[in-house]
């Protein structure tokens, strides 16, 4: 692909404004300042397409940019705690009415974690719903500059260790202050452009996955709004 001509397509905060699928579609996802807007600005050669904000999880949108034959879905960050209920289970209703929409052509998430920090709660949740639903993804590590190599390594094994199936997921570490991992980014956009399925995992993949969720209470505070309902991962029968 030609990654100097992105554009802004579309962006909408309600589901009944969610545009009809009419292309493939790649979709970026992770904490509210996880680095997602940067990564996507760096991706598209673009330095303020997808705006990069001091102020996380302020508007829950899902933004649209095309370029050729593919929309890069921007979806609203979660994990933010000072946000409202309310926004919460917007947040909720908005990326599930868009992740279970059976008719889109959802061929690939990029699932964006801090490489600096363990895995939130949300993440992990939002990992078991993608394996669950057979989303093809793969996980960005961001933020790379930030740790010197000894910590890198440190933080790849626990990785290992805290997120479901990682041993059958690609995995890419980045920087969208230095570049790194960009162009690997790229290649894997190349590949589903092209039609390739390659990131699918089995559907049996997440078979172990109670070692790696507690079930919240219904009352618990959520810091993330997956208690809009829609996110819950499947709970095994
Ligand atoms: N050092 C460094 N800072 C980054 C990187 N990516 C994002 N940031 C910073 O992290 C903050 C949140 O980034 P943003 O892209 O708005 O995150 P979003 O909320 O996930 O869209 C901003 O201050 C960015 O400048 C990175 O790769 N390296
Ligand atoms: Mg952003």
Redesign the pocket.
Known sequence: MNYQNAQFYTSFGRLSQMPKSDRTEIAFA??????????LNKILNRKAL?????M?GKTVTINFFSLENIYFVDLP?YGYAKVSKREKEKWGELIGGYLNDGERQLELVFQ?IDIRHEPSKEDIMMINFLIDNEIPFVIVF?????LKPSKREERMAGFANEIPCFDQITSIV?????GEGIEDIRAIIDEVSEGAEIYHLPPDANDDYEDFYDEPEDDEEQSGGFSGGYLRPNTKP
């Not at 997808?50 to 001091?54: K, L, M, N, P, Y």
């Not at 961001?142 to 930030?146: Q, V």
């Open positions: 992770g904490r509210s300042n996880v680095g997602k807007s940067s990564l997808a705006r990069v904000s001091s996380p960050g964006l961001t933020k790379a500059d930030k980045a920087s969208a202050q230095t």
